[in-house]
């Protein structure tokens, strides 16, 4: 069965640490990792894809990066600040099954305190 | 904008009610995707469309319904046959390939 397991589930930080949130998949047959931060309420907004054949991406203060042979992702969030605190999802699109679907980890709640 | 407008925000079902939720895309996109969402299970998908006037059921179809009859519009409705639809649900779209999936702002469903 294809599995997307987040760890840890919550994390706490002072403001300004440098902080690391995991992911691992239970298949290294993907097509893409997806990274989602969902606030309280909302929908899920896209923060980072990695592509099969890539091993990071980097969009400000966030860097993603994607080890298949492993089946591990680590999304890397520097100089954290209280607008970051909110729920990270995981999401991977294997291969072999419908092109679209996307498996989701249960997420890791991130509190960032002033 | 474009984006995924997702109607109600809150709704209430009375038992052996059926009740819809509605989703619309602006964005052009082929593929669109409903969500439900429990604390502490993640997403799960009910149903998918890539094309209109086609879809198929995910993970939990059981008790849920669609239709995809303009690409535009993707709604989902929530029979008298699921017993436990307490939950917030969302929409999604892409437009294809490897692309990130975009998300309405989500409907909570409650029994009355």
């Known amino acids: 069965k294809q599995e997307v397991t987040q760890i840890p589930a919550a994390l706490s930080v002072p403001e300004g640490e440098n902080l690391v949130l995991n992911c691992s998949f239970t298949?290294?047959?993907?097509?893409?990792l997806q990274w989602f931060r969902q606030d309280p309420g909302k929908g899920l907004t896209s923060l980072l894809l990695?592509?099969?054949?890539?091993r990071e991406q980097t969009s400000g203060r966030l860097n993603a990066s994607l080890d298949k042979s492993s089946g591990r992702s680590t999304l890397y969030i520097a100089a954290s600040q209280p607008g970051d605190s909110a729920t990270y999802l995981c999401?991977?699109?294997?291969?072999?099954?419908?092109?679209?679907?996307?498996?989701f980890g249960k997420g890791t709640l991130l509190t960032v305190n002033p | 904008d474009g984006g995924i407008t997702q109607s109600p925000k809150y709704l209430f079902r009375k038992e052996g009610q059926n009740v819809t939720l509605s989703c619309e895309q602006n964005?052009?996109?082929?593929?669109m995707y409903w969500y439900r969402q429990d604390p502490g299970q993640g997403l799960r998908l009910i149903y998918y469309?890539?094309?209109?006037?086609?879809?198929q059921k995910g993970d939990i179809a059981e008790g849920y319904s669609v239709s995809r009859e303009k690409k535009e519009s993707f709604p989902l409705t929530v029979t008298s046959a699921q017993k436990n639809p307490t939950a917030f649900y969302l929409c999604?779209?892409?437009?294809?390939?490897?692309?990130?999936?975009?998300f309405g702002d989500g409907t909570r469903l409650s029994i009355l």
């Open positions: 469309s890539q094309i209109v006037n086609d879809f």
């Open positions: 990695i592509q099969s054949s890539q």
């Open positions: 298949d290294s047959a993907i097509y893409n």
């Open positions: 964005l052009n996109h082929d593929a």
């Open positions: 999604a779209s892409v437009p294809g390939g490897n692309q990130p999936q975009h």
């Open positions: 999401a991977v699109l294997f291969s072999g099954g419908s092109n679209y679907k996307l498996t």
